[in-house]
């Protein structure tokens, strides 16, 4: 049964948890619309209301609720409006027919006064303050249309006193609720300038806990749990992944030499130059200092050294601001294979063995603990 009835509610309201929002606030005025029917079955059934007008009046109404409900459920709405619920169009149209049913109510038709208020109250939250400015003024100015109508027509079944007071008091009700929607739609628009401010706050939150702040590369926490992401998915799959530590040569002595600033540069010119050479599922992250973790995923040993080998060639001819043309910039690398999520700290510890390997060799070269050492470029 339970089973049934989410079924039937799908098909009625649409499957999204946003589209169904909307095609319900879209139905809620259907009640309305269905009270002003019966109060005018009632005032035919007493004579006092023509049942040509009557019938036309149901017939237009339910039709329209038909269109709008269409148009709202297949998510029509969105192209013709910057509003998807057509909130505004729905208000008109529901002003129309209480209008339509004022006029045809008769003694009756006091009991429709309050579904003018009732109406605006539908884009307190959908509409902007501007909006709903107008659309107060337009309900307004059509009932007080319809009533004098209504006095100019049939004087003696339409007191003017009556209808005036009628009219004050719709003026007074509607007037108020757009006060309060006005308040309403700039407490939204601070909510939303406040939500806004906070997801930038997140997302800076965000990008300091992940991100070194002088190179912009990953820091060690953020590269350790993708290492354990993309090492699961390798042993899935079956595919080969290596870890590499680089570590810039002679940095020490570039600080020294230059000063810290450019110490600062080189590194941010090493990040760009990874970041330029490597591919979208390779990852490169600052380990510390001048220090350098590189995951290379569906990479083995071999492949690594060339690609190390040709950062080294990028690297050697990237332009530092404060570094003389004839100083030669390069790294040493240690690279591993990691087969398990269990073997990464044991990885990055052979990696980090091979990286000492090769500035004990002379620098300017990448090891491998399992096999020879690359050429020196």
Same mark, same amino acid.
């Given at each position: /049964? ?32 269905? /009270? ?54 729905? /208000? ?83 007037? /108020? ?201």
């Amino acid at each position: /049964m339970f089973k049934r009835s989410a079924v039937l509610g799908t098909l009625m309201l649409g499957a999204s948890d946003r589209q169904r929002m909307r095609v319900s606030q879209s139905l809620l005025g259907v009640p309305s619309l269905l /009270m002003m029917q019966v109060l005018l079955l009632v005032e035919w059934q007493l004579g006092r209301a023509g049942g040509a007008a009557v019938a036309w009046y149901i017939g237009l109404t339910l039709a329209g609720c038909v269109v709008f409900y269409v148009l709202v459920r297949h998510g029509l709405g969105e192209r013709l409006s910057s509003e998807p619920s057509l909130s505004a169009p729905q /208000m008109v149209y529901a002003m129309g027919c209480t209008a339509w049913a004022y006029a045809l109510a008769g003694p009756l038709r006091s009991a429709l006064l309050c579904l003018m208020p009732l109406i605006l109250c539908f884009g307190i939250f959908a509409l902007k303050p501007r909006s709903a400015r107008s659309l107060s003024y337009f309900g307004i100015t059509l009932m007080g249309a319809v009533m004098a109508w209504l006095v100019a027509v049939d004087p003696q079944g339409h007191e003017p006193l009556h209808e005036a007071a009628n009219w004050v008091f719709v003026a007074a009700s509607m007037a /108020m609720i757009h006060v309060l929607s006005g308040r309403l739609g700039r407490m939204r628009a601070r909510l939303n300038e406040q939500k806004a401010e906070l997801t930038q706050a997140l997302e800076r939150i965000q990008l300091l806990a992940t991100r070194d702040t002088l190179t912009g590369l990953l820091n060690r926490r953020a590269v350790q749990e993708e290492l354990q992401n993309a090492v699961a998915h390798a042993q899935r799959h079956g595919r080969p992944l290596v870890v590499a530590m680089a570590d810039l040569d002679h940095f020490k002595q570039i600080n020294d030499s230059f000063g810290h600033q450019v110490g600062d540069r080189v590194l941010q010119a090493f990040a760009r130059a990874a970041e330029r050479e490597l591919r979208s599922t390779d990852r490169v992250a600052r380990w510390g200092g001048e220090e350098f973790l590189f995951m290379l995923p569906d990479t083995d040993e071999a492949q690594a050294r060339i690609c190390l080998d040709r950062l080294r060639v990028s690297y050697l001819h990237v332009p530092v601001a404060g570094v003389p043309r004839g100083h030669r910039l390069s790294f040493s690398a240690g690279v591993a294979l990691c087969t398990s999520a269990a073997e990464i700290d044991a990885a990055i510890e052979r990696a980090d063995r091979a990286l000492y390997s090769a500035k004990q060799a002379g620098r300017g070269r990448t090891h491998g603990l399992a096999s020879a050492p690359a050429a020196v470029v």
